[in-house]
């Protein structure tokens, strides 16, 4: 590492979810502001896609260079917890080893730290930089409406005694719009659920912050951006807060497309397809691919579709055997379904995109509102209500589709949404309005804009 640069050590979560977004912002820091960065990294659920990213970033000529923690053992009756909470705990597991790292980095006198920014799952590790006496930050991935909920967490737990999964009607929440008790995010949501303290452990833990980078820009949520650059959230001061988004990869970054995605879209009309995508961790059930299905076809919009194999679909490897009978070749001359990995940002910046059939994924989001693609919410878990909340009712990018008391979002639902998105006046509005954010996000990451100088501020900070 160049010793003249100055030196920022990141800890990000697992999951390209979270890794794109520090990827990224590792390469602003690093070609705009002369920085030399160190990732330490866990070795944990680490896909094919992550291995690649992170040979690509290894290999861009930056000063970025990776460090791999040792692998975590854990216990058979922890291999057992769900996904999230297993999340939790081998980046709990980690703390010691990431405290070993920074130590080793620390003694080379040469290229000291000037900086610590982890993920908001790893908060724990603020506590090992702060013994050790390095600046510390979180960079949160996701957007500042749920920022702010996860740090209004601790006054809803001192001030309810009731869960929101047991509440009717909206909730008031100081700075921001009224939010039904359903649309808060799911760790939120029950009192003895397996997640609520661990989020609740998170809504303190994040205050320990010297300061909280976030991926997203004033204009996309200037209401939930205000009331965080408030300074306190009732009462409580919170760290200084820089907005840096977004922080996306490129079209041209998008791997080599085998799917026929791109060139089938070259054949389609201008803003006239639909994509539909529930990323690469959200798999439906067999009923709901049906009543997809038929929904698209009811609706009479050309559409890709991105239906990828659950894991372990040993029992019916061929995912389209899931569809209705005569789907594809009914819908062959508008529809094209793919079963593997397709370049999605590539796909929403393709000029015959016109729509996004979402499950309001902050990253989805992000990539959308920057090529100006408009969105039917459909959230499937997490904080993905809150944010099709958001999008709807304050941003204004999205119609949202209603799902049943069963869970199932009907055929006749999926039609009603696809017309009204690609056809109907509100869908002409909604697209108008996601246009103007891309040309927002454009903005905020040009010189002087709001991104660009909060980066700049923060990375002031960094070399002090």
Known sequence: MDARKPHVVIFPSVGMGHLIPFFEFAKQLASGHG??????????????SQTAYTNSLASSGLSIRFIELPEVELESEEKKAHPLVLIFKVLEKTTGSVENALRTLLSDSSNPISAFITDIFCTATLEVSKKLQVPSYVLYTG???????????????????????????????????SIPARDFPDPMQDKSGPFYHLFLRLSHELLKADGILINTFQDLESGSVQALLSGEIDGTRIPSIYPVGPLISSPESDHHDGSGSLQWLDKQPAASVLFVSFGSVN?????????????????????????????????????????????????????L???????????????????????????????????????????LQAEQ??????????????VRTKMGADGI??????????????????????RERARELRESAKAALAEGGSSRQALAAAAALFCK
């Open 283 to 335: 798999f439906l059930s067999a009923d709901q691919i049906a009543e997809l299905a038929l929904g698209l076809e009811g609706s009479g919009q050309r559409f890709l579709w991105v239906l990828p194999s659950p894991p372990n679909n040993a029992s019916n490897p061929d995912v389209s055997a899931l569809l209705p009978r005569g789907f594809e070749q009914r819908t062959k001359d508008r529809g």
């Open 385 to 398: 209500r809150t944010t099709a909340f958001f999008l709807v009712n304050d941003i204004k990018t999205a």
């Open 337 to 379: 379904v793919v079963t593997s990995w397709a370049p999605q940002v590539a796909i929403l910046a393709h000029p015959s995109t016109g729509g996004f059939v979402s499950h309001c994924g902050w990253n989805s989001v992000l990539e959308s509102v920057s090529h100006g693609v408009p969105i039917i919410a459909w959230p």
């Open 409 to 430: 979002v009907t055929k006749e639902e999926v039609e009603k949404a696809a017309k009204e998105l690609m056809e109907g006046e509100d869908g002409k509005k909604k």
């Open 143 to 177: 957007s500042a409406s749920n920022l702010f909920l996860i740090l209004y967490h601790r006054t809803m737990d001192a001030e309810m005694t009731e869960s929101l999964k047991d509440l009717d009607g909206p909730v008031k929440v100081p700075g921001l719009p």
């Open 35 to 48: 920085f030399s960065i160190t990732f330490i990294t866990a070795k944990f659920m680490v896909t094919p």
